[in-house]
């Protein structure tokens, strides 16, 4: 699927601020930024701005930029060893001037002693204390809670893991109270392909107030997006806008049609490809408005390729 840059990025930069309600630790991939193959770096120009991005020969992304004008940016970078993310450092640029204080680092230890547990120590450049997130996981490798301490005292995630026909349900608790809920199954229509389907379900002060269901392809690809409100009069969630998806040949994106009420917005892409071998697309153009993106890609010799740690 393609994505939206700005979101890409904002998605990872928020992930460098603090983990939001339980969100758990994320490495971003070449495949993360829709590109194939061994990309050295990415130059994204859009209409809005600019980004940049560089991947070690493993395919990990080890820094991110944004630029919202020639003075303004903020530049992200990541450390990694045997594919362990050590450090994540962001850095505020204004006016072309390095801003210490809005600028933050993120350091990581993993202790695999028994079952594993991640320390997280954000601070700021300034050197002032910001947040600590221990993420501690079952035997089976998934998340169970997240412990988070600041000066203002220590909140808990619970992450409970349910098994019921089939359906894998993940619940997010903040101190006792349900925050997100995601759950997982896969359907097999009759004479069509075998889905699967995730619904996603958000809570404001513990009550339902939002929910998305996504419909995935068993290779991955987003096919329809069904957003819900949540009706407090009818104590129950209704539908608003369904998005569908279509796909060439090749995998890539071509239509994207949302429909609300009786207002249907549609989108179509069309591409340019560079002269790789695995043919990563260089421009985007999305009609009928008229956007665009164009991308400037550069890769790795073949010879350089090594294990990296």
Known sequence: MIRNYFQTFFTVFISVLGTIQGQEIQIFTVEDFDLMGDVKKCLVSTDYGKEEYDFNKNGLLTKSVTRYNEQDYDVVYYKYSKGELLEKRSESYRNNTFDASTSIAHFYEIDSTDNIKIQERIFSYDKQFIDEYIYYYDEFGDIISIKRTNNDGTDITQVEH??????????????????????????????????????????????????FEEVYSLDGKLMAQQEFEYDTSAKKFVPTTRTTYEYDQKGMLVAETAKRGAGIIKKEYIYQYDNSELGNWVKQIVTPDNTYTTRKISYYPPQLKTDEE
């Open 162 to 211: 349910k098994k019921f026909k089939g359906e894998n349900t993940v619940t997010y608790l903040l101190n006792d109270l349900p925050i997100k809920s995601i759950r997982t199954s896969t359907l097999k229509p009759k004479n069509k392909p075998a889905q699967n389907v995730v619904l996603t379900k958000e809570y404001l002060n513990g009550e339902e107030n939002f929910a």
